[in-house]
């Protein structure tokens, strides 16, 4: 389905110590003083991170301190107003959602170039357990669930890292996320037909059941799913659910396959193995003579990461 990238992990992390990187460092920080706190209350750029600190009484909670380091993903002003959301309009919403989305870009550690070395991808901890964010770091800069760092700098009591979007912590699995979007309803039907039937045998993988569960006997537990809209299958001639009903289950494993892979993929990892260039939303993926296009990247789930394209791959 892809083409496959290995990422070492951390006991690799000391064999490449002086790898580059193209991370943004701030090293003008007075990091005697400054906590992460002070430096977030008075950078103009993270207003409404700030307001939801506040909302959520982070600010005034001194017990969080005590399992310090952290590193703060704060997205900045601007990736805020992408998801919508203001200062006024952060300073209504609702606490426990809101601590859903905070508590997922904080993350427990002094997490940067200048404590950890090296090209990894980890699962990582933040303030809610529950939660299990992706961090990584290769040649293009350092990543959060896909989402780059435009910034960084190191502080007193952590590290502050800016980003250009909201990370939103995955609370559903991908087959729920995948039989609850409106326009994935093609796709969502392809893999209800894969469903294993009790006392009957089945040639092919039960990806509802990869999706929602997972494969323990089979070591997979995480996807990567490309979804071909409900447009795109439109495109290629399925017009309708009986159309997908009617598919061989040669077919139907085919279609399939080539949009479900174990493991996470976030758009970083294809940058590195050059299916996708940075700046460009063209998957070089299958033998389309156009290459499908990334319509929404880097969706969170509990169990994996979905990416919204815009044509079907062909094998």
Known sequence: MFKKICYAGLVMMSLVLFACSKELVNK???????????????DTELSCFNAALNRINLTADTSYL???????????DA??????????????????SLRKIIYGQILSGRLGSATVAGYFKLSALCLDSTFNPILSRNYYGLFLNGTGATGSSDLGDGVVHKMDNVVFPGTITLWEMIKNNRNLTMLAAA???????????????DYRKILDTGLPESNWMTSTVLCPTDAAFHALGYNSLEDIAQLSPGGLN??????????????????????????????????????????QANIKATNGVAHLIDQIILP
């Open 28 to 42: 003008n920080v007075n990091t005697g003083k400054q906590t992460c706190l002070e430096y977030i209350a008075a």
């Open 66 to 76: 005590k399992r310090g380091p952290f590193s703060f993903f704060a997205p900045t």
């Open 79 to 96: 990736a805020f107003a992408k998801a919508g959301m203001t200062v006024q309009s952060i300073s209504n919403f609702n606490k426990d």
């Open 191 to 205: 893999i209800e037909r894969t469903t294993s039937i009790p006392g009957q045998p089945s040639s092919s993988l």
């Open 254 to 295: 085919n279609l399939l396959r080539m949009h479900i892979d174990k493991g996470y993929f976030f758009t970083p990892d294809y940058f590195m193995n050059g299916t996708l260039e940075p700046g460009s939303a063209r998957l070089k993926a299958g033998s389309n003579i156009i290459f499908p296009n990334i319509i």
